[in-house]
């Protein structure tokens, strides 16, 4: 495995940690911060501390979360277009999220975890469970029938999200709009520790899978005669990619194209071991969210002076869909 390539990406990965929160609309000054820490007032520390360290932690975790889901599903179905969005998983989870916003009523809190955490992984779940029974046909899976199941069922949770708009109050649909963008205007460590519980097996399970889906890229037939129970396999890899980016979406909202371009870049820089694809996506992916949300805290004060932001969700479309259609346009003329 190359170990070199993968240490590559984790300097990458501390050093937007280390440096990513000191800045956006308001650079904050590390020495300043410092030689300042004990004061009785001290502005930089606290928004360093309880505003843009959580943040930038949560950006690296959902950020890798995706981009490692995304990875693992591209290989069970040995397409670099697949992620989960694609397959629904995300669109299954947005509607149960959607639900917990748009009715007050079901939105219920146990500490740190919430109903829409809750709703969102139903969701995901579900979208899986009739993507599998749709692909399963005489003890086989069929990728390419998993893939188009999950397709229309992507299409059809997006028609549930515009019919609960259209009930939905004034009020409700300008905080799902927002929400609908992907972004973490309100990330703190709560939410951190609200991630972890799915965050951590989903992870776990992808990571534990990787040699497998090393054995799958001969073949579905050639990794079942080298031992590989492709039905686990399967299930296992949704199972995890379901966990993640259930737990994500939750918290975040959707956020396109990270589970779908990272991937590709390691792929290309560091060849097609999973065993380090995987963690590699993980490690890109989080520094790719983390840079996207830093930019989007800083642009709408350096166009037009505005103290307001965008989204991160905006940055990673603005910059996924050009590179996607260019994906597009490389596979159509190979």
């Known amino acids: 495995m190359n170990y070199r390539a993968l240490s590559g990406y984790l300097l990458v990965f501390i050093l937007v940690l280390l440096f990513t929160p000191l800045l956006g609309a308001e650079p904050l000054s590390l020495s300043e911060i410092i030689d300042n820490w004990d004061a009785p007032v001290n502005t930089g520390r606290e928004i360093l ?9 949560l ?15 591209q290989a069970i179905f040995n397409n670099p277009l697949v992620e ?4 629904g ?11 917990a916003i748009a009715f007050p009523t079901l939105s219920i809190y146990w500490g740190v975890f919430g109903s829409q955490q809750i709703l ?3 969701g995901a779940f579900l979208v899986m469970f009739m993507s599998y029974q ?5 003890h086989h899976i069929s990728p390419q029938t998993l893939l188009l199941g999950g397709l229309t069922i992507s299409i059809i949770c997006s028609g549930f999200i515009v019919l609960l708009s259209y009930i939905s109050s004034p009020h409700q649909l300008a905080q799902v709009q927002r929400w609908m963008l992907g972004g973490f205007d309100y990330a703190g460590f709560s939410a951190i520790f609200s991630l972890l519980p799915f965050f951590l097996p989903g992870v776990g399970l992808l990571l534990y899978f990787s040699p497998a889906l090393n054995v799958l890229n001969l073949g579905e037939e050639a990794a079942q005669g080298l031992g590989v129970d492709t039905k686990t396999l399967y299930i296992s890899v949704f199972a995890g990619g379901g966990l993640v980016t259930g737990a994500v979406v939750s918290i975040a909202g959707p956020i396109a194209f990270i589970g779908l371009i990272t991937p590709h870049f390691v792929r ?7 065993r380090l694809i ?9 520094s790719v969210l983390a840079i996207s949300d830093m930019l989007a805290r800083s642009s709408m004060r350096l166009i037009c002076g505005s103290p307001t932001e965008f989204p991160a969700g905006i940055i990673t479309a603005l910059i996924g869909g050009p590179l996607f259609i260019h994906m597009l346009y490389r596979s159509s003329r190979s």
């Open 134 to 138: 749709v692909a399963a046909k005489q």
């Open 49 to 57: 501390l309880h505003y843009r360290l959580p943040r930038t932690i």
């Open 120 to 122: 969102a992984l139903l």
């Open 84 to 87: 989960p969005y694609t397959l």
């Open 59 to 73: 950006c690296l975790l959902c950020g890798g979360a995706l981009a490692m889901a995304g990875a693992s599903f």
């Open 89 to 99: 998983v995300a669109g299954g989870a947005a509607v149960g999220a959607y639900l």
């Open 268 to 274: 290309r820089l560091s060849g097609y071991d999973q």
């Open 278 to 286: 995987l963690p590699g996506s993980f490690l890109l992916g989080g």
